[in-house]
């Protein structure tokens, strides 16, 4: 009989959110075959430019960016409980790998944060430009402009620190189980996906104008599908870490 506890019920809905994850990037497979050119986006990209009606979507889409923020926030700190709940049951056994884990998934959660009050100030920012003076709203812009940099800068440091991060869970979770080593494969496979595709990104500047479609989209398919495996993995070592001793520490 299966004993549900707090534990068990969050790795099962983290788990979950993975898989719809890695299904949901299994579906945009297609575009891997493309050879249709797109726009490099470290070329071209449409937000650089603020207008008008682009502080006006902000000013209007701010209730939904307020709950966007304090949602994040709150799956971060769930997440973060689930990894190092995890990290905890695997510091005896591989005590270095799991304190690198921790610096990085502990770094992410910042990451986190931070993007949250990159949106917030944004918003702020355009409220503010509907009463300002000329000079001031030509400030305000830049500001946003700038934030909006600097928001992506937050994003992309939020995915290799947890990308870094999985792989270090990946690493300390072999050796046990024979369910926990699969579970580990597929911890560690998410954050080498992770990385690859931060890595991919950061050549994106080496690169043409436009690129095909296939190198595009293999990026963000590599940081969503491993962030999505990432959870997965995450979620299965979870509740091999619960399981009772003798389900959890059989060898195959």
Known sequence: MVHLTKLRVLATLV???GVWGVLHTLARSAELLSRQPVANV????DRRLLSLAALE??????PGNFATVFGGILAA????????VVLSKLDKAAPVPTLLATLFLGGSVLAVVLQAMTILRVSEFAFQA???????????????TFLN???????????????????FLGLASF???RWRNWAGVATLGGGVAVVSGEILRAWFPEL???????IASGGSMLVDGGMALGLLGTASLALCVSAPARMADVVD
């Open 42 to 45: 470290v070329y071209h990209n």
């Open 208 to 214: 043409e104008e436009t690129i095909p479609m296939a």
């Open 77 to 84: 700190i769930l997440f973060a409980i689930l990894f190092f």
């Open 175 to 177: 050796g046990h189980s």
């Open 15 to 17: 788990g979950l959110a």
């Open 130 to 144: 509907t009463i300002a003076s000329p000079e001031e709203r030509r400030w305000l812009e830049n500001g946003v």
């Open 149 to 167: 940099q600097l928001h992506l800068i937050f994003v992309h440091s939020w995915f290799l620190l947890t990308g870094l991060g999985v792989v």
């Open 57 to 62: 979507q902000l000013r209007t889409a701010f």
